[in-house]
């Protein structure tokens, strides 16, 4: 098991993550930003990357900027928007070669954090705002990318049932936004959310890559002019309780087979020594092909196209999903019921316990040839405050037995069941 040693300091409220390593023959950096979930926020949140990524001062148009790219060895830039817990984080990506295998003037990692600290605090701009025409063309891609979700009704219905199951909570809002919002933004308005973004919202910097951190500190007091504000960080918050009895949604849309999704909660976390279990609870239920859900509702009962189960361990949430006959649903929710059911009273077979582990051993590991799985995992303990290594977490799920898994399994409750049906007997 390889030795990951990420070297941490602070410069201007922003964190900074190194991971020193000859093991990548490029540089790895990754920048997250973090705001709270928030209606007010979250459609400006997730446009801002896209009109971020149409141009810079030094760079304002985008075929410039593109070629910038080319210029440093065809470097990768990308994004990406998500949620983890209450949080919406925005996450700006880059790839950029190792200097020993090219023959570059100046150092690659310097251009490239240049380049990121050019596309975050340096956009192009007119009349001290962002490009009319960049925002525009942005909030137009923006729509499609959720319209999108929209017409993907796997997605649809995933997001439906958390959206139901969280009505209260901050977790309901998409990380894209809305698009009734859209129409409401202007360059003014975004620039303003963006301004007060950077000031205050929660950074994290990570390099991976042949580099210390001294150089990488030297770098970034150059390349990332911006004024910091606020010293903030990630509020960790105790899983929320099912309700007293579980709901049902039903949605009727012009949909041919059916999505039946449950939303449970179960009060353990990432930030809890419990984590592991639940991995555990998570991978016999319905996280891999051997699972229950697959086993039994597709394979045996052949009442489902697809099922499986997937855990948020930021939000305490377990959430299965399921592609239907549309006239199977009361015979798909029962056994579904039933697999919770077997969960509760320990019925597990050794062949679950050790194909789940060896599974979640082997993900595990194999995340280690990649030096953005490695940061991505790193930031979990940001967001938990609940630091653990990779050796740690494969040892941990090794000593999980089928009697902590059923402990675990009956603090979990069925919140929600959603279901995607047609228009038929409306």
């Excluded at 489902?304 to 377990?318: F, T």
């Amino acid at each position: 098991m390889k030795h990951i040693q990420f070297e941490r300091s602070t410069w201007n409220r922003i964190r900074l993550h190194v991971l020193p390593t000859d093991q990548f023959k490029t540089f790895a950096i990754s920048v997250y930003i973090g705001r709270p979930l928030s209606e007010d926020t979250v459609t400006a949140t997730a446009l801002t990357p896209f009109v971020l990524r149409r141009g810079t001062q030094l760079y304002p148009e985008t075929r410039m900027f593109r070629e910038r790219l080319d210029d440093l060895y065809g470097a990768g830039f990308g994004f990406d928007i998500y949620k983890r817990g209450d949080y919406q984080i925005v996450q700006l990506r880059m790839d950029i070669i190792n200097d020993r295998f090219v023959s570059a003037g100046e150092s690659l990692l310097k251009q490239g954090l240049q380049f990121v600290g050019e596309t975050l605090t340096r956009p192009a701009k007119e009349q001290g705002v962002f490009r009319s025409k960049y925002v525009d063309a942005e909030k137009v891609t923006l729509q499609k990318r959720i319209e999108a979700v929209i017409n993907d009704k796997i997605r649809y219905a995933a997001e439906r049932c958390m959206e139901e199951m969280c009505r209260d909570e901050p977790y309901r809002l998409h990380a894209l936004g809305e698009i009734k919002d859209l129409a409401d933004v202007t360059p003014q308005s975004l620039y303003a959310r963006y301004e007060q973004w950077l000031r205050t919202a929660p950074i994290d910097l990570y390099v991976v890559g042949r580099t210390t951190l001294a150089e990488v500190e030297a770098i970034v007091q150059q390349a990332f002019s911006l004024e910091r504000t606020e010293e903030s960080g990630y509020a960790v918050t105790a899983a929320k309780p099912a309700r007293a009895e579980t709901q049902t949604i039903v949605d009727r849309l012009d949909v041919k087979q059916g999505k039946l999704n449950m939303g449970l909660r179960t009060p353990i976390t990432y930030g809890d020594d419990r984590y592991p279990v639940a991995l555990m609870y998570n991978g016999v239920l319905g996280g891999y092909p051997h699972s229950k859900l697959f086993t039994n509702v597709r394979e045996k009962a052949s009442l489902a196209y697809y099922a499986s189960s997937r855990y948020d361990g930021h939000k305490g949430i377990v959430s299965i999903q399921s592609g239907i006959q549309i006239d199977h649903y009361e015979k798909a929710v029962a056994i579904i019921r039933e697999q919770l059911a077997a969960l509760t009273q320990g019925e597990i077979s050794e062949t679950e316990l050790s194909q789940t582990k060896a599974m979640i051993a082997n993900q595990l590991r194999e995340m280690q040839d990649s030096a953005f799985e490695l940061i991505s995992f790193d930031f979990n303990a940001i967001l938990s405050g609940k630091t653990r290594t990779v050796a740690e977490l494969i040892e941990a799920v090794s000593a999980v037995d089928a009697a902590a898994i059923a402990d675990a399994a009956g603090k979990v409750q069925l919140d929600t069941i959603y279901f995607l049906r047609d228009k038929k007997g409306e």
